[in-house]
């Protein structure tokens, strides 16, 4: 049998799965997670079911199970199917961004380590997503071997959030609180101030779109590394800055938060990269994110 047709998920669950994601974006602009069941028939293919979410912390670029009640949840499904070939898939979201995994998401994949073979899926609200086999061990031979392969979506419907999951989604999914000041502005390498200048009823040039599509393009780029752990706090920090001193100009000036690791992330998986320019008056923002919008340049989508 081949690994690319043995795992299966009927739009039932895989649906639920998506609510559940769509729901904490909706609701706190967050991740979620939870675990599913991953059943094998008489024909050896698994069939992921019994989507379920539990007691977690969450914020908007991570998210954590509580132990406990991964255990009570391992241990009432363990009972009722009773099948020693039975697997444990652990799912989460990545609400806008794309599917990847992240250093996070490979710390977890790593702590579910068995004697055979482990399960992780990651979904984002385009119902985009990464399936992944983790191979520990083949016989008597340790392994450490990992598969992203398709998952076999049968689906007729869609998204359907119900009123019993908007009430298990606010008693069992906590929000981490960041506290950290936003709106430091760098022009030129240097602190300014956020106010801006009254230029009356100047309209920016057209040939200013170019090198502000640019900036746009330019902080999504440094933006989606950072979030994919393929730079440092540090050299994302800098990269901004020089940012900052290349396009800051009289109609905008690039802003960026300082802080933590954590802190900076649940802020950049929550904004576009238009969020991170202040403009001078709101007539020259209208001109430039009107244009942007038309041409699809900014945002995680």
Not at 55 to 64: D, M
Not at 80 to 105: E, L
Not at 258 to 287: H, W, Y
């Amino acid at each position: 049998m081949e690994l690319d047709t043995m795992f299966n998920i009927t739009e039932k669950w895989w649906y639920r799965i998506l609510s559940w994601a769509k729901l904490a974006y909706e609701e706190d602009k967050n991740e979620i997670s939870g675990l599913a069941t991953a059943v094998p028939n008489n024909k050896g293919h698994y069939w992921i079911e019994n989507v379920e979410i539990m007691k977690q912390e969450n914020s908007g670029s991570n998210t954590e199970l509580d132990g406990d009640a991964v255990a009570a949840y391992k241990m009432k499904y363990g009972m009722k199917y009773n099948n020693p070939n039975m697997k444990f898939v652990w799912w989460h979201s990545h609400h806008t961004m794309d599917a990847f995994w992240s250093g996070t998401d490979l710390t977890e994949i790593d702590a579910w380590k068995n004697n055979s073979f482990s399960l992780a899926l990651v979904v984002n609200l385009k119902e985009e997503y990464k399936f992944r086999v983790s191979v520990w061990k083949a016989g008597n031979l340790d392994l450490s071997q990992h598969y992203d392969i398709p998952l076999n979506i049968c689906r007729d419907n869609g998204v359907f959030i119900t009123n019993k999951m908007k009430k298990d989604y606010k008693e069992l999914c906590e929000e981490k609180h960041s506290y950290l000041g936003y709106g430091t502005t760098y022009k030129n390498g240097k602190v300014i101030s956020n106010q801006g200048h009254l230029f009356g009823s100047n309209k920016p040039k057209e040939t200013k779109q170019s090198i502000y599509n640019d900036a746009i393009n330019a902080i999504d780029k440094v933006n989606a590394k950072f979030i994919a752990d393929e730079i440092t706090l540090k050299k994302w920090t800098k990269t901004m800055r020089e940012l900052a001193s290349k396009y800051s100009s009289n109609d905008y000036d690039i802003s960026f938060p300082m802080g933590k690791k954590q802190d900076i992330l649940d802020i950049i998986v929550c904004s576009e990269a238009v969020d991170f320019i202040d403009f001078r008056t709101s007539q020259i923002e209208e001109f430039y994110t009107m244009d942007v919008m038309g041409w699809n340049y900014h945002g995680w989508h």
